[in-house]
């Protein structure tokens, strides 16, 4: 679900930096417009045949897409408020991988969809990874698999998006770039992604150490909030801050998450009271509020599975 800026991000990364030393990743496929972004830029290459030649020698394509195709409540909501031409034509519960076959058609030859749990997948190709684009983090047990399987495989000067990046939720991408901080470079900004260069691929012990369940809740925020300054865009750092409080509710600290989001509140009301809809900086806030004030939520509750799983006191999943 990447808005049209996403997808001219990423064919243009492929279209103007893709080498061909190692492999695209596509990490959370959906209906493929990130699959078809990336595979129209490779198809457009003036030098395509030099650039596949070795793939087709080491008998592996140059995208591999993983996505677990079953329409979640989210998903189906997204194609109808996005007033997208599949809207109605999707229901909860259904395997959608004949769709997405269908939308990728015209790449399919330089695509290798991996359809399932992308936890039970390894990275055992002995191509480095060149491009790595990631809208599946969803969860943390999602987050730390993409850490160990992909990240691990990423080569000096390759390209990491984080598609939920400035986004009200999911906290433990941002603390993990922090982490990480010495080996990416943040480049810029692309609607909800932050686009990063791998500048050290020697990771010596920094991958099996994992602050999210290692640090304390103030080292955990300090990582965190290290990226606020990231962003001059108000509404993207208003949505940095929500999950700041996510971060908190996570850690049962709901005090303290009441406190920021009263703060939040306050400061952005302006934009707020603007940006209303769906995914909406109002939604987002609304959701903030519902998981530390209004605890438990409803088993009937077709909201963001991500917080209302953290609202039940689980860890969120997919």
Not at 11 to 22: C, E, N, P, S
Not at 98 to 122: F, N, T
Not at 267 to 296: F, M
């Amino acid at each position: 679900m990447i808005s049209i800026n996403e997808r001219k991000l990423l064919y243009h990364l492929v279209k103007d930096h893709f080498t061909g030393a190692g492999c695209i990743i596509d990490a959370g496929v959906f209906l493929g417009s990130s699959t078809l972004a990336f595979g129209m830029a490779l198809l457009e290459r003036s030098d395509k045949e030099a650039l596949l030649r070795p793939f087709r020698d080491r008998v592996t394509k140059p995208i591999h897409g993983y996505d677990k195709c079953i329409a979640t409540p989210h998903m189906v909501r997204f194609l109808q408020e996005d007033k997208h031409a599949l809207a109605g034509s999707l229901y909860v519960g259904e395997d959608f991988s004949p769709l997405l076959a269908d939308q990728i058609a015209q790449v399919a030859s330089h695509v290798d969809l991996h359809i399932g749990d992308l936890k039970e997948y390894r990275w055992v190709a002995s191509d480095g990874i060149e491009i790595l684009f990631i809208d599946v983090a969803k969860s943390l047990s999602l987050h730390k698999h993409i850490l160990r399987q992909f990240v691990a495989a990423l080569m000096v000067d390759s390209y990491v998006i984080q598609q939920d990046f400035f986004f009200a939720e999911l906290p433990w991408i941002k603390v993990t770039m922090a982490h990480l901080r010495d080996h990416f470079e943040l480049l810029g900004e692309v609607h909800a992604s932050a686009v990063f260069r791998c500048t050290n691929a020697d990771w010596g012990d920094k991958l099996a150490c994992d602050p999210w369940d290692e640090a304390d809740l103030e080292e955990l925020l300090h990582l965190h909030d290290s990226w606020l300054d990231a962003t001059s865009d108000r509404r993207r750092r208003a949505m940095m801050e929500l999950s700041a409080v996510h971060l908190m509710a996570a850690k049962e600290s709901y005090t303290q998450a009441d406190e920021r989001l009263w703060k939040i509140e306050e400061n952005y009301a302006d934009i707020i009271a603007t940006d209303t809809g769906y995914a909406s900086l109002e939604e987002k806030v609304q959701n903030a509020c519902a998981l530390v004030r209004e605890k438990p939520a409803k088993a009937d509750d077709d909201r963001s599975p991500v917080w209302i799983e953290l609202l039940n006191g689980n860890r969120p999943v997919t």
